[in-house]
């Protein structure tokens, strides 16, 4: 336990590294950096890592990122792209290769990577010519209409052809005075780099750019990793976005993607009249790999080596505790509540900051077991 964790506040944050594996599971992430580590094709490789909330898939990610950047050898550029940090803000296609070409930037400052990094920006803002644009006049068009509204029910009021007039013009002036005050000086600005980027395309045609990007990707000694996680948090359009940037690149050579989802969720979400789910999500993985499920016993044993820390904190608390009593009622009903990871986390966190609440200058303030089952009621 961090010592200025003394609530374990900070126990639900995932494991970073293999060392700190307490469920057995470091091996399943060494084999998985090998095999990402040692593939190589003409292709891309699509990976997903599926596991039910709570099943650990971040700590899994984590130690599988940890083994590939300790590795000698084929050490992939690992770049982690979170399309549900960008969907609130609807910028997940355009801030993709961004995001990415920033990365490579950041990471290799070699000659080919400074290559690479701005053949990616250029890609990404041919694809994302326009979309400024379509964007702002969505996003004006509630303005716009309410003041279309307002103007016009006056006009219908004005028999004047003078005052109609006028409001026609105002209805003009502000609409205008509207578009500028929604789309603001960031969209201009962004309607000056697309409009940059769109005359620069015209030198080279996306083909062309996307055969000098296949040719750099190609000569890299290391494959590109991209990580997308929480992607069952995403609405069912913005994870078609994010899977259709997927299948859009997975010509590229020597790039992995590490996509990590609940499949059920994401299944349901993408079904619809035309096509399953299940089917779609086919097309696109090539190697679809499901968490190892944590063994019961483990999950208890977590459960109980924290208890035991807490207990340990206050010796009249050790000295109050009914083992048999506590046995008999996690066994007879508790034990229900702890089938996953984040619930035994979840649990223990507000239990070590009730527990102490009731530390007594010479003794524990309630009964220990007492305390452990109500908690456990309040909490599930």
Not at 65 to 88: C, G, H, M, R, Y
Not at 304 to 320: I, R, T, V, W, Y
Request: with cysteine; net charge neutral; glycine share 6%.
């Amino acid at each position: 336990m961090n010592p200025k964790d003394i609530y374990s506040f900070a126990s639900d944050r995932p494991i970073k590294k293999t060392d700190d594996d307490l469920l057995d599971r470091a091996e399943f992430a060494k084999d998985l950096a090998l095999a990402i580590s040692d593939w190589r094709s003409k292709d891309s490789l699509v990976i997903a890592l599926h596991g039910e909330w709570g099943s650990g898939k971040s700590s899994i990610k984590n130690m599988t990122l940890s083994v590939l950047e300790q590795a000698k050898d084929n050490t992939p550029d690992i770049i982690q792209f979170s399309p549900w940090e960008w969907a609130a803000q609807e910028k997940i296609t355009a801030s993709f290769f961004d995001e990415i070409s920033k990365s490579i930037g950041r990471k290799d400052r070699s000659k080919a990577g400074k290559k690479l990094a701005a053949t990616l920006k250029r890609y990404g803002q041919y694809l994302n010519t326009g979309e400024s644009i379509a964007s702002g006049l969505v996003n004006a068009l509630p303005t716009l209409f309410v003041l279309v509204t307002v103007l016009g029910i006056s006009g219908s009021f004005i028999e004047s052809d003078l005052l109609k007039g006028i409001c026609t013009f105002l209805l003009v002036l502000l609409g205008g005075w509207a578009g500028v005050l929604k789309w603001g000086g960031g969209f201009l600005t962004s309607l000056g780099i697309n409009a940059e980027s769109k005359a620069e395309a015209e030198k080279a045609d996306l083909s062309e750019i996307r055969s000098e990007l296949s040719q750099l990707l190609a000569d890299r000694k290391s494959p590109l990793l991209i990580v997308m996680d929480d992607l069952d948090r995403l609405t069912t359009e913005q994870l078609r976005m994010s899977f259709q940037l997927v299948k859009a690149n997975l010509e590229f050579p020597n790039v992995v993607f590490l996509l990590l989802f609940q499949r059920d969720l994401v299944e349901k979400k993408l079904t619809d009249d035309k096509q399953n789910g299940r089917d779609y999500l086919e097309k696109i993985i090539q190697v679809p790999f499901d968490i190892p499920k944590i063994e019961i016993s483990k999950l208890h044993s977590l459960l109980f080596g924290k208890l035991n820390q807490l207990l340990e904190q206050d010796k009249s608390a050790q000295k109050m505790f009914d083992s048999n009593r506590w046995g008999n009622l996690f066994h007879g009903a508790l034990h229900a509540y702890f089938d996953n990871l984040r619930n035994v986390y979840r649990y223990t966190s507000t239990l070590s900051f009730h527990f102490g609440l009731f530390k007594g200058k010479s003794v524990f303030e309630v009964n220990p077991v007492d305390l452990i089952g109500i908690e456990c009621i309040r909490v599930f």
